[in-house]
């Protein structure tokens, strides 16, 4: 009995082995000369990819890198640092969520892109990500180098509009920008006292809010948050 477990989980690490990418295109796997591949740091959690959230790969690698399969084209990915640090010895944990950086770039077939930040040294330095979240996004042939912009910061109000990252994603695949994409059923708001009143609580709902919130620019998503918190 005790060697079938033995067998059964070695089985399962295997297979967990080879997961090692999450294809984000649609049709048959591709050769990786044909795709384009985003390698993404396991300390960086992805919130939307053009817009469409996508969490599935922030919990499917562990402490690997993720390395996301997509089409050749251009990209912005909205990602944030997540990591835990030990205090008093391990007493405690802390989990520390920085900005949110906007990386914008654009690959070719073949080409590999890598998202990357310079690795804080200690909590205080992984703290001061929650105000200020330097990072670029790179080619690794090339070294072409793009720098990202500062999104939002992760506060509470923020969270809550938002949703968490465990929310599940809207779709199995990402078309780049500019790319024709399937037709997606729309949020009709209808003139009706309950519809004026609150908006419905549910999926399409909140993928609305979140595009909304990517097409505001940092100083009208300030401007939203001093109105949130009064």
């Not at 059964?8 to 080879?18: D, E, T, V």
Request: charged share 15%.
């Amino acid at each position: 009995m005790r060697s079938l477990f033995i067998i059964a989980m070695a089985c399962l690490l295997a297979a967990c082995a080879q997961q090692r990418h999450v294809q984000l295109y649609s049709g048959a796997p591709l050769p990786e000369s044909q795709i384009l591949t985003l390698v993404v740091p396991s300390e960086l959690e992805i919130r939307s990819i053009n817009g469409q959230p996508y969490s599935a790969a922030n919990t499917m690698f562990g402490a690997s890198d993720k390395r996301l399969h997509l089409q050749p084209g251009a990209y912005q990915v909205h990602a944030f640092y997540k990591n835990g640090f030990d205090i008093d010895g391990g007493m405690s944990h802390e989990v520390v969520r920085g900005r949110t950086a906007i990386f914008d770039f654009e690959g070719q077939a073949g080409e590999t892109w890598r998202l990357e930040f310079d690795r804080p040294q200690s909590l205080a330095e992984a703290r001061a990500f929650e105000t200020d979240f330097p990072a670029w996004a790179e080619n690794t042939r090339t070294g072409e180098r793009h720098e990202a912009q500062a999104g939002n910061r992760n506060t509470s109000v923020l969270s809550a509009m938002l949703g968490s990252s465990e929310v599940a994603p809207e779709a199995t695949s990402v078309a780049p920008l500019g790319a024709a994409e399937p037709a997606t059923q729309a949020v009709t708001l209808r003139q009706s006292p309950s519809a004026t009143a609150t908006l419905p609580h549910n999926d399409a709902t909140l993928t609305t809010l979140q595009q909304m919130w990517n097409l505001l620019t940092p100083q009208s998503r300030e401007a939203f948050l001093k109105w949130a918190q009064q």
